[in-house]
């Protein structure tokens, strides 16, 4: 039986005092489990990816991953603790404009101290980006940029790989390589964390977690 990587225990984000984005969420994540999550629009589904990627902080509750209670962590401490555990796949992506391609996906490899670049132009090969190495991103268009960030979020082969949307501004060729490569690190037994309002996609989860108005409203799956 796989261990409890990631545990959630009445988990809330109140957001201006009034907006209940999340409501005493439980919730427990295997280690190199795939899990899918759908929902409406507003349901609270790219929160509770910020929570567990330590980009913001519960209002109340308890998030642990690895048996590490991440609430307790002090903001540099989160920030080493997310770039050695979890690779990010958001909404926005944030490239350093004045970097090249390559550039921006060797960039965390730096700050662990182990620069291959070899395996960097491999993985932007495998998202299509092979041909774009040296642009910057303002010279690449959105579902570029993306690639690049999604290239970026693989480099250091995250124990966690957490996706909102992964494949939402890409074209049906470009989204098919980015689920292979998501695929691939699932393989290589690493859990993914999935946002998603596909339900094709959804389905290549082991479990679907489905989100209404800030709380669980189903799980279904393997696990
Ligand atoms: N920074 C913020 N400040 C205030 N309210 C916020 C903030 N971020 C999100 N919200 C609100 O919290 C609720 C949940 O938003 P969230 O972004 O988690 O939804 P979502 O399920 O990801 O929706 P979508 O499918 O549209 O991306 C919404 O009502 C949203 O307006
Ligand atoms: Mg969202």
Redesign the pocket.
């Known amino acids: 039986m796989s261990k409890i990587l990631i545990s959630i225990e009445n988990l809330s984000k109140i ?2 005092e009034h ?1 209940i ?1 999340l409501k005493e969420i439980n919730l427990k994540i295997k280690s190199g489990e795939w899990t899918s999550i759908i ?1 409406p ?7 509770l990816l910020n929570m567990v990627s330590c980009l913001d902080r519960p209002s109340s509750g308890l998030i642990s991953i690895d048996g590490k209670n991440i609430s307790n962590l002090s903001r540099t401490e989160l920030t080493r603790f997310r770039r050695e555990k979890i690779g990010l796949i958001f909404q926005q992506h944030y490239l350093v404009p004045y970097l090249t391609a390559l550039e921006n996906v060797l960039l965390p490899m730096y700050y662990n101290g182990d620069v291959q670049e070899d395996f960097a132009i491999q993985i932007l090969n495998r998202v299509g980006m092979g041909h774009r190495l040296h642009s910057i991103p303002t010279k690449l268009s959105g579902g570029e940029q993306q690639r690049v960030c999604i290239a970026r979020s693989m480099i250091n082969k995250p124990q966690i790989l957490i996706a909102d949307e992964p494949t939402g501004n890409l074209d049906q060729k470009n989204g098919k390589k980015v689920l292979n490569l998501i695929k691939d690190l699932h393989d290589e037994g690493n859990a993914i964390l999935l946002v998603t309002h596909n339900l094709e996609i959804a389905k290549l989860g082991d479990s679907i977690l489905e989100i209404v108005d800030g709380k669980i409203s189903s799980k279904n799956g393997r696990s």
């Not at 629009?41 to 929160?47: D, F, L, N, P």
């Open positions: 957001y201006d907006t984005a929902g629009s507003g349901s609270g589904k790219t929160t």
